[in-house]
């Protein structure tokens, strides 16, 4: 919570943004904070409206993303140091794993910004609710579970990148408040939010009119924070939960696409796909333009944005610049775009070159050079990251292996992907690992029984989205997955863990998927494994570093530390132990 004392300005500031003001200083030199905002500002619904919108502005700047990104990729064995990262100190640091608490990206300032702003709506929102009769109660519930699940969205976050931290459901309005809050454990704030998502979720916007589809994605809906509760639950290990959760994800999703159908919207190429079969019945987005062509599901999702499959995304203009809008420059700068050939980072070798030298770690070797994924992730020619970077990725069959073809990146200050926070297949494969958590490893017959059907529900699933991936019109027994080879515990967590990766690289989730893993198994063995795979770091160090569970997470800012004497900072990257801190061996 450094310089706390300025986030009262911050949520001011992004009120003038939204309004259209001329300036947040003179704004501010009207009146003193609290008579503005107890006199002058919440009165009406356009005020809690043009806040509402400030949250989400904040969570679309740069600073945001580029966190997402590099707290959910820039450990883990996806990325490498690309293009002219000597002059970008801090992000090399983290790729080379030699971060320290004075790196930039150690800083959580935007997402506490976020969670004040979330709390100072849940303050004001009643008082504008009692004044302006056109702000009904319904919509105030609803603003209320709105703001909630962003707030839990930021905590989550932060949770995952520094496990303990401050936790507050308090609004910070004056500057005479104590913000040098003490960090509360991972799990105490993991329940929390819970708690308080499954407390509102009832009052959550189902669906947006038709008037505003952009809403139905763009915005925190019912479905989103079944998301949430779906992931969180998984982190919890209360798996029977994080199933119930996903279904009802899913069901959602299938009852929308039985809406379009019905409407006559959907296309059998391209869009919407109405081949039940091939997806086992999910409602995924179509990856075939035609017999020979392939590439629509990158379009629709990763480009056109609002898609059938997305849950929940951080949207963006789609001509930002000509507009005068906000573009997704972090990705631009991460990833790459029209002035390079990579950003700051790049593909690890391990995933680049995967199939080319016939490792077949990350692709499943059945599939060869026909996984879609394998072009729409990387452009392999460029050594650089194609998705969300390139405008379009086509891919033709030609033989055994797909041809791709990679159209023209986007402008860095141009960029107008949508930021994917969930999407179907993420929640498909949440599901099939708590089912695989949930199976028992034994020969006993009674065990293989039990076992039997959850391993066919969580193939299916995992099956529906490999088969999607797959650059052929019509799928034969030799292209597709097996269950057969995935009939234990042991296996089919793998299978699912690496479905995972290649179906949601570079998305921001691979390293949060190490940390889960990890904390699922009470031990660092799988994230070790990974980071063996990294480039250009000093491997004994890395591997004699996480043996301990401290070193999975990231260090508290020095500046935070300096201000907030209630914060103890990690023991794996500062003097001191401390006990209550888990080595494994």
Not at 36 to 55: H, P, Q, R, S
Not at 124 to 130: D, E, F, G, I, L
């Amino acid at each position: 919570m450094k310089k706390m004392k300025r986030i009262y300005s911050y949520i001011i500031c992004a009120i003038c943004a939204v309004c259209g003001l001329s300036s947040c200083g003179d704004f501010l030199e009207i009146k003193s904070q609290d008579r503005i905002i107890l006199e002058d500002f919440w009165k009406d619904k356009e005020d809690i409206d043009n806040t509402v919108a400030g949250c989400y502005l904040a969570l679309q700047s740069s600073d945001a993303i580029s966190r997402m990104i590099v707290w959910g990729e820039g450990r883990s064995d996806e990325v490498a140091p690309g293009t002219n990262i000597n002059q970008r100190a801090d992000l090399e640091e983290v790729l080379q794993e030699t971060i320290t608490a004075m790196n930039s990206y150690a800083n959580w300032e935007v997402f506490y910004k976020v969670i004040n702003r979330c709390n100072t709506v849940m303050l004001y929102a009643p008082t504008v609710a009692a004044e302006d009769p056109g702000y009904t109660q319904s919509e105030l519930r609803a603003t209320i579970a709105e703001m909630t699940a962003l707030r839990s969205l930021c905590y989550f976050y932060l949770i995952r990148t520094f496990r303990d931290v401050p936790f507050t459901r308090q609004a910070f309005t004056d500057d005479d408040q104590r913000m040098d809050l003490p960090a509360t454990p991972f799990y105490d704030v993991l329940d929390s939010l819970i708690y308080d998502l499954e407390s509102v979720k009832n009052d959550a916007v189902r669906r947006y009119p038709d008037t505003k589809p952009l809403y139905q994605t763009g915005r925190i809906t019912q479905d989103a924070i079944y998301a949430m509760l779906c992931e969180m639950y998984l982190w919890k290990k209360d798996y029977q939960k994080c199933i119930s959760y996903a279904d009802l994800v899913i069901e959602s999703k299938k009852l929308q696409l039985q809406e379009k159908r019905s409407l006559g919207r959907v296309s059998t190429n391209g869009g919407l796909s109405s081949n039940d079969e091939r997806y086992n019945g999910f409602p995924l987005v179509s990856n075939i333009s035609s017999t020979t062509v392939y590439g629509t599901a990158y379009q629709s999702i990763f480009v056109d944005g609002n898609s059938q499959e997305t849950i929940f995304e951080l949207a963006f203009n789609a001509a930002p610049k000509s507009n005068n809008m906000p573009s997704n420059s972090a990705v631009g700068e991460l990833y790459g775009n029209s002035g390079v050939d990579q950003g700051y980072m790049a593909p690890s070798s391990y995933v680049l070159n995967d199939v080319a030298n016939d490792n077949y770690a990350v692709y499943d070797k059945k599939t060869k050079k026909i996984d879609g994924r394998i072009y729409m992730n990387c452009n392999a020619e460029r050594e650089a990251i194609s998705k969300f970077v390139h405008r379009d990725v086509e891919i033709t069959l030609s033989g055994a292996e797909g041809k791709p073809s990679y159209y023209s990146k986007f402008d860095t200050d141009n960029n107008p992907v949508n930021w994917i926070i969930y999407r179907l297949s993420d929640i498909m494969l949440l599901k099939a690992e708590a089912l695989a958590e949930t199976l028992v490893e034994s020969d006993d017959s009674t065990m293989i029984s039990h076992n039997a059907p959850i391993l066919q529900q969580a193939f299916n699933l995992v099956s529906a989205i490999s088969k999607r991936s797959i650059c052929k019109y019509n799928l034969e027994a030799a292209d597709t997955l097996d269950l057969k080879d995935y009939n234990t515990k042991s296996l089919m967590r793998e299978l699912v863990m690496k479905e995972r990766q290649r179906e949601l690289m570079f998305e921001g989730k691979r390293w949060y998927d190490l940390v889960r893993y990890s904390l699922r198994d009470n031990n660092t063995v799988e994230l070790s494994q990974a980071i063996q795979h990294r480039d250009g770091i000093n491997m004994q160090y890395a591997q004699n570093f996480f043996r301990k569970m401290d070193a999975i997470f990231w260090p508290y800012s020095n500046d935070e530390v300096k201000v907030n004497t209630n914060l103890k900072q990690n023991p794996s990257y500062g003097s001191g132990e401390n006990n209550s801190y888990q080595t494994t061996k």
